[in-house]
């Protein structure tokens, strides 16, 4: 029997950030970054399946836009934009935040603005650092964040991982504090156990999970009256895209399950209620 959501139930946030396959950190040795534009673009098959998947269903989401994107493909801001999403920044070109330093966030947060704003949308209040390389190592950012404006921030993942993560920060919503101000930090969604927080709130965890293992967790995050962070890219919706002959690790990070992400998107959708951060935060009283 299909699961019916209830409007009682708590509302989670939805987000994508907006990229291409060849632009993940998981497959950046194959495609060098001068070669992208000779690279045959494949963002609007997951653009188009994720935008009706939402409108099916009636929910919001958080699309985190890199510039890079937006430039070239400006019909997709504009289209999330007539549709009533929220556009947010991903910054430039997904470089790590341990790559460019504060000068260089800086300028690529302005050249994402620029990109965005030519594109229809309005200056954005929220970012997503590439692949969560917002780190103690990386602190220095919400001083930029902070001075550029922006309310909130998704770039924290509260986990142990070889290339991000902050172990032991706050899971749910919380507040930082940085030079001149403070920006709301809205994590992606873990679960507590064994006195860690372990991943589930999307990506690659998501298509290697078990989907009642994610609904689960959902629900405990609802007992516990907290609000969830959910994300998915739109490459993750194209399963007949290029295989790149990458290793074996870099493959299964990256094709595993991949015809599995809108039927298992379409089951959340109908089971709970999803908007964007903006939203949930907003209903939160964090903005």
């Given at each position: 029997?299909?699961?019916?959501?209830?409007?009682?139930?708590?509302?989670?946030?939805?987000?994508?950030?907006?990229?291409?396959?060849?632009?993940?950190?998981?497959?950046?040795?194959?495609?060098?970054?001068?070669?992208?534009?000779?690279?045959?673009?494949?963002?609007?098959?997951?653009?188009?399946?994720?935008?009706?998947?939402?409108?099916?269903?009636?929910?919001?989401?958080?699309?985190?836009?890199?510039?890079?994107?937006?430039?070239?493909?400006?019909?997709?801001?504009?289209?999330?934009?007539?549709?009533?999403?929220?556009?947010?920044?991903?910054?430039?070109?997904?470089?790590?935040?341990?790559?460019?330093?504060?000068?260089?966030?800086?300028?690529?947060?302005?050249?994402?603005?620029?990109?965005?704003?030519?594109?229809?949308?309005?200056?954005?209040?929220?970012?997503?650092?590439?692949?969560?390389t917002l780190t103690r190592r990386t602190w220095w950012a919400f001083d930029t964040?902070?001075?550029?404006?922006?309310?909130?921030?998704?770039?924290?993942?509260?986990?142990?991982?070889?290339?991000?993560?902050?172990?032991?920060?706050?899971?749910?919503?919380?507040?930082?504090?940085?030079?001149?101000?403070?920006?709301?930090?809205?994590?992606?969604?873990?679960?507590?156990?064994?006195?860690?927080?372990?991943?589930?709130?999307?990506?690659?965890?998501?298509?290697?999970?078990?989907?009642?293992?994610?609904?689960?967790?959902?629900?405990?995050?609802?007992?516990?009256?907290?609000?969830?962070?959910?994300?998915?890219?739109?490459?993750?919706?194209?399963?007949?895209?290029?295989?790149?002959?990458?290793?074996?690790?870099?493959?299964?990070?990256?094709?595993?399950?991949?015809?599995?992400?809108?039927?298992?998107?379409?089951?959340?959708?109908?089971?709970?209620?999803?908007?964007?951060?903006?939203?949930?935060?907003?209903?939160?009283?964090?903005?």
């Amino acid at each position: 029997m299909e699961s019916v959501k209830s409007t009682t139930c708590k509302l989670h946030a939805m987000s994508f950030d907006v990229e291409e396959y060849f632009q993940v950190a998981n497959l950046s040795a194959h495609f060098r970054r001068e070669d992208w534009d000779s690279v045959e673009p494949r963002i609007d098959i997951g653009m188009e399946r994720i935008l009706r998947s939402l409108s099916h269903h009636h929910a919001h989401a958080t699309f985190f836009f890199l510039g890079w994107i937006a430039e070239r493909h400006p019909k997709w801001v504009t289209r999330c934009l007539e549709e009533g999403h929220e556009v947010a920044s991903h910054g430039y070109e997904h470089l790590f935040l341990q790559d460019i330093g504060p000068a260089d966030l800086d300028c690529d947060l302005e050249r994402t603005e620029q990109a965005l704003a030519a594109a229809g949308a309005p200056r954005p209040i929220g970012f997503r650092a590439s692949t969560f390389t917002l780190t103690r190592r990386t602190w220095w950012a919400f001083d930029t964040l902070v001075r550029r404006g922006y309310s909130y921030d998704s770039s924290v993942h509260p986990i142990r991982h070889p290339v991000y993560g902050v172990p032991g920060f706050d899971p749910g919503i919380s507040r930082v504090e940085a030079a001149g101000g403070s920006v709301v930090e809205f994590p992606v969604s873990t679960y507590p156990f064994a006195g860690r927080n372990l991943p589930f709130g999307g990506g690659g965890y998501f298509r290697l999970l078990p989907l009642s293992v994610t609904r689960a967790a959902l629900r405990s995050l609802e007992r516990a009256g907290r609000a969830g962070a959910f994300y998915l890219h739109p490459w993750e919706f194209d399963p007949q895209q290029p295989r790149i002959a990458a290793s074996a690790t870099q493959r299964f990070r990256h094709y595993l399950n991949l015809e599995r992400t809108l039927p298992r998107l379409e089951r959340l959708l109908a089971e709970f209620r999803f908007g964007s951060l903006r939203e949930v935060l907003a209903h939160e009283g964090w903005l």
